[in-house]
């Protein structure tokens, strides 16, 4: 760390009583943070406890209902992005700010030459770009449009775009969450050297490894209050898991199942896209009863393709799909669900649930035509909101009632109400997409919870994750997605994860080694 | 072959291109107008009615003893006022763009009607002034200034969007205005003064109806040329160059219709020339715009801090 005239290390941040509600929801509970030149920061935290909007208050997107932000000594003015960039704070949000239809260049250097200039000098821009890549290890093309970048590159760029506004604090919101275990170590590579040369960094994160990676001070926010503050080697996991949850918690396990006969076969399947490169790549996949199969990769690979297929939204071009061991062709997702398919979508808002409908008509949303909730093509209201009621107290979904709106509900109960939904009749394959994105370790521990008790029961699943730690923790076998192909089912612990990050990453000449392992 | 060398005739005549070049300048005016709104996302569907207004308030500056360039400049600036009412309901208060596009046109066109009626309220012939004379040049070059001041647009836009700070910023908040915000840009500002310049340009291209092709205002004179523009901007791919190449074409088939009905005397009902540039347009369309790539944020309001 840097150190100032009196030998203790320069504060570069301070953050008094910071407070932020949204309606009657207490986000930050009169927070207040010290940040040193030379320090990475670790705020840790579940989903909602209110670490986004923390940094969100700082980066000026949002103005704080009380408390003051000082920076290098200043004062900073609320609510202005543009204030926070000129004190020197860049921010690399978990969404990425980008336009992915310019170039590079374009989005570093967006915003930072007076609008009023006649010409942009975009040879300079270019030259200090290169200068500032090579110096901190962050390779990128400047005039590769944005579309075109990986995840990873991508995140380079936001990285590029703070540093080039001379930040010297740098924030980074779940900077992990969608780069594999190598992009990773190379991103904390990175951040180290930031800090060689004197940045502070704010790394929020509800992963614990990587605040052990790479963090020096952990910051534990829960329920929008700052619980603890420690130096990282100071303390361990399971103390930091409890400050996040507020109690134990203990991880769902599977335990050793033999598994049955196939309820889903995948062979040299091929699913078509409008441009290019098939979606799905003579993909050949074998889901049996009571076995979790875990597909991992980076985003973007063909898992959807994959989910798609398999609730009968898309259709093979080539192939066959083999559902108990008859064939299946060009079946619509009700003919799906009547097979026994149920699934869980990737993205419960959009594909999941309809947010303005009630909890009881989301729930017979694919059965409404079963002659238990409709006859003669009338709804029988009273059999469905009797079911939604049971369905409510099963799955612990805690809501007002069968007749609340399922936009009211928080992300985790929404869940449980798909889950519900999914499970409740009994299914033979069970199709999970990312089934804990967003949730907190609570919420994700019941449905992991769930989905083993599917399977125990004698279903088959088939989980769908980026989550690289979920899989590891769920899956009986392993298959990495990459560029719509699909590597063989690697038993769980076969494989290292390193060498699932180098798969996930597209080097499948690894694969004979590992498979020679056995 | 008779139609093939009288076909060939009618494309190697000066005064065939000549009229193509005139045909053509509302449309590339408008259509950069449009493009420009749209680069910075919001969808422009006054363009009619803006139209409308600049041919009406440049003619009716000329006609009350005013000079041309100032029926030029008094066209500009009522275009860029109701680009400012279209930018105030669309972009601080986030509404329909559809829905407000659509309204300002009703307002912009009812509007000129009356305005001009009320100063004018006996007229039956509508009254003439002496327009834009073409430039003293050979062949199709002899067109009037209007005609320029539309090319050197082109250019000039094209530049603006591709080489200064300014354009790249407009280029931003319609691709992603929250990127554009957290660089420190001021996505309102950004989006407002890009709908007024827009907007002013297509009041230009109304004012060349009345001050240069016309030497009079007619009630429904823009005659759905907004509507063409709209559909030239998606053709141009939001690319200033393609627009200019867009608004040429659909004045080829225009300049061409004209001359094809003179041509077959009456084989034909004249309606069906009188169709073809905008079948082809619709042809054009579809084979261009498949692939066409829109800035991302078109029609998407932005709130600041919107969870």
């Known amino acids: 760390m840097a150190l100032s005239a009196t030998g203790e290390p320069e504060v570069v941040l301070r953050l008094v009583g910071i407070t932020k509600r949204f309606g009657t929801l207490l986000a930050n ?36 209902d009380e408390g003051t932000i000082e920076a290098f000594g200043r004062p900073l003015p609320p609510g202005s992005p543009r204030a926070a960039l000129e004190a020197g ?17 374009d989005n570093v250097t967006v915003g930072t030459e007076s609008l009023w200039r006649i010409r942009s000098d975009r040879r300079a821009a270019r030259a200090r770009l290169l200068e500032l890549a090579q110096r901190f290890g962050l390779e990128v093309r400047p005039d590769a449009v944005v579309a075109d970048l990986s995840v990873g590159e991508r995140q380079r760029v936001e990285i590029l775009k703070a540093l080039y506004r001379d930040a010297r604090i740098l924030i980074l919101d779940e900077p992990t969450a969608v780069l594999t275990p190598q992009e990773s170590a190379s991103l904390f590579d990175t951040l180290r050297r930031l800090t060689a040369d004197g940045l502070a960094v704010v790394f929020i994160s509800h992963k614990m490894n990587e605040v052990f990676a790479a963090s020096d001070t952990v910051a534990v926010l829960r329920a929008g209050k700052l619980v603890a503050t420690h130096a990282t080697s100071d303390t361990d996991r399971t103390r930091l898991a409890e400050l996040m949850v507020g109690r134990a918690v203990t991880p769902a396990a599977p335990q050793p199942l033999a598994a049955g006969e ?23 996949l074998a889901v049996r009863r009571r076995q979790v199969i875990g597909i991992a990769g980076v985003s973007g690979n063909g898992q959807t393709a994959l989910a798609e297929l398999v609730s009968g939204l898309v259709h093979a071009e080539a192939g066959s799909v083999t559902l108990k061991g008859a064939p299946v062709e060009r079946a619509d997702p009700a003919a ?15 594909a999941g649930l309809v947010g303005a409908m009630t909890v009881w008509e989301n729930l017979i949303a694919e059965r409404y035509r079963a002659p238990a909730f409709s006859r003669l093509g009338i709804l029988r209201r009273g059999a469905a909101r009797t079911y939604a009621r049971r369905v409510i107290a099963d799955f612990d979904v805690r809501c007002p009632g069968p007749e609340a709106r399922t936009q009211t509900l928080s992300g985790g109960n929404m869940q449980k109400l798909i889950l519900g939904r999914t499970l409740a009749h009994k299914p033979d394959l069970i199709l999970a997409s990312q089934p804990t994105r967003g949730l907190d370790i609570g919420a994700v521990s019941y449905v992991h919870g769930r989905l083993l008790e599917a399977r125990a029961a004698g279903a088959g699943v088939l989980l769908i994750s980026e989550d690289l730690d979920e899989i590891l923790a769920l899956a009986d076998s392993i298959a990495v997605i990459h560029r719509g192909r699909l590597t063989p089912l690697l038993p769980n612990g076969r494989a290292s994860i390193s060498q699932l990050g180098l798969l996930m990453a597209g080097h499948w000449d690894i694969l004979p080694e590992i498979l020679d392992a056995a | 072959m008779d139609i093939v060398a009288s076909l060939l005739d009618i494309l190697v005549s000066a005064a065939f291109w000549t009229a193509v070049l005139r045909i053509a300048t509302p449309y590339v005016l408008g259509t950069l107008g449009e493009l420009i709104c749209e680069r910075a996302g919001v969808l422009n569907l006054g363009i009619e009615g803006i139209m409308t207004l600049g041919a009406m308030a440049g003619w009716m500056t000329v006609y009350q003893g005013g000079g041309l360039w100032a029926g030029v400049l008094a066209a500009a600036a009522c275009g860029a006022l109701l680009g400012l009412l279209h930018a105030a309901l669309t972009v601080p208060l986030g509404l329909s763009q559809h829905v407000t596009g659509i309204g300002v046109t009703l307002l912009g066109t009812s509007l000129s009607y009356f305005v001009y009626r009320l100063v004018l309220p006996q007229a039956s012939t509508p009254p003439t002034i002496v327009p834009f004379q073409p430039l003293p040049l050979p062949g199709a070059l002899a067109q009037t200034p209007l005609t320029y001041v539309a090319l050197a647009m082109v250019a000039a836009i094209a530049y603006v969007l591709y080489r200064t700070p300014v354009g790249l910023a407009v280029r931003m908040v319609g691709e992603n205005p929250a990127a554009a915000e957290a660089q420190g840009l001021n996505v309102t500002a950004l989006r407002i003064g890009a709908v007024m310049a827009g907007s002013a340009l297509m009041a230009l291209a109304g004012a060349f109806l009345t001050l240069s092709a016309f030497n009079a205002f007619f009630f429904n004179m823009v005659n759905g040329r907004g509507w063409i523009c709209i559909a030239l901007v998606v053709f141009a ?12 074409l659909f004045a080829v088939f225009d300049a061409l219709q004209l001359r094809l009905q003179q041509m077959t005397g009456g084989v034909l009902p ?4 009188l169709m073809m540039p905008y079948l082809l347009s619709i042809l054009a369309l579809v084979l261009v715009a498949r692939r066409a790539s829109y800035p991302r944020a ?5 709130r600041k801090g919107e969870r």
């Open chain 2, 237 to 248: 791919s939001w690319r200033p160059g393609k627009a200019l190449v867009g608004a040429l």
């Open chain 1, 89 to 105: 704070i860049g921010m690399v949000h978990q969404h990425f700010t980008l336009a992915d239809n310019l170039s590079v260049l």
């Open chain 2, 298 to 302: 078109l029609m998407i309001p932005y």
């Open chain 1, 336 to 350: 799906m669900i009547r097979l026994g398919v149920a699934r869980i979508p990737e993205d419960r808002h959009s």
């Open chain 1, 262 to 284: 196939p309820v889903l076969e995948l062979s040299h399947v091929t699913v078509a896209s409008d441009h290019g490169r098939p979606l799905l790549d003579a993909v050949d």
């Open chain 2, 270 to 273: 004249y309606q069906v020339f």
């Open chain 1, 29 to 64: 509970d009169s927070v207040s943070l010290t940040l040193h030149a030379g320090e990475v920061l670790a705020l840790l935290g579940e989903n909602g406890a209110g670490k986004t909007t923390l940094m969100n208050i700082l980066f000026g997107h949002y103005v704080a």
